[in-house]
């Protein structure tokens, strides 16, 4: 099954840095890869997501880039701010195939943006 | 107010004991899904439903039940054969099963046993 790595799994940058996080997936087939930001005791949210088709989204502060060869995606914060500290999820899914739709999440991040 | 709504959000259970989690969800999405969250570990899949009727097992499947009788509801049973049953459990639902869209997540209920 499909297996992904998430890094790193704490992230400190101060705040108006850039923040970087980083997944590895391992099954080619794969071909949806959203990311999730879950605030303390709140429930995960969708933030951006990427398509295989796509290189690379945009949505304001918050990007993501993906390399299908090396089978990596990246979730890039500029000018982070206090209230994007949260814990991030990536994940990796198989849209379409028998076994249905399923979602392999990393082992999250967990980004605090010092004042 | 549509959304996806878990019941209860804390819940405490004797060793031995059977609890149910309830899901319900009012956004008619066809896909349902369980995942079990532990600190460190992300969030692994217990079971999900592409329709109702059927359900397949996760990752994580071993000491836990499932039913999906109705669209809208998608109930986890957690069995006295879980071995760990302490953890933070959360609903998702997407709109379309086999295509890749965003998983709506419920605001989850941590179970404690004692």
């Known amino acids: 099954g499909e297996n992904v790595e998430q890094h790193p799994s704490t992230l400190s940058v101060q705040e108006g840095d850039s923040a970087v996080i980083k997944c590895t997936y391992s099954?080619?087939?794969?071909?949806?890869f959203p990311w999730y930001k879950q605030e303390l005791g709140k429930r995960p949210q969708l933030i951006i997501d990427i398509r295989s088709n796509v290189g690379e989204k945009k949505d304001q502060r918050i990007a993501v880039t993906l390399n299908k060869t090396a089978k990596h995606f990246s979730l890039h914060i500029t000018e982070t701010q206090p209230e994007d500290s949260a814990v991030y999820f990536c994940?990796?899914?198989?849209?379409?195939?028998?076994?249905?739709?399923?979602?392999?999440f990393g082992t999250g991040t967990s980004l605090t943006v010092i004042p | 107010d549509g959304g996806i709504t878990q019941s209860p959000k804390y819940l405490f259970r004797k060793e031995g004991q059977n609890v149910t989690l309830s899901c319900e969800q009012n956004?008619?999405?066809?896909?349902m899904y369980w995942y079990r969250q532990d600190p460190g570990q992300g969030l692994r899949l217990i079971y999900y439903?592409?329709?109702?009727?059927?359900?397949q097992k996760g990752d994580i499947a071993e000491g836990y039940s499932v039913s999906r009788e109705k669209k809208e509801s998608f109930p986890l049973t957690v069995t006295s054969a879980q071995k760990n049953p302490t953890a933070f459990y959360l609903c998702a639902s997407s709109i379309i099963a086999g295509v890749a869209g965003e998983l709506f997540f419920g605001e989850g209920s941590r179970l404690t046993v004692l």
């Open positions: 994940a990796a899914s198989i849209a379409g195939s028998n076994t249905g739709n399923q979602f392999y």
């Open positions: 439903s592409q329709i109702v009727n059927d359900f």
């Open positions: 099954d080619s087939a794969s071909n949806y």
């Open positions: 956004l008619n999405h066809d896909a």
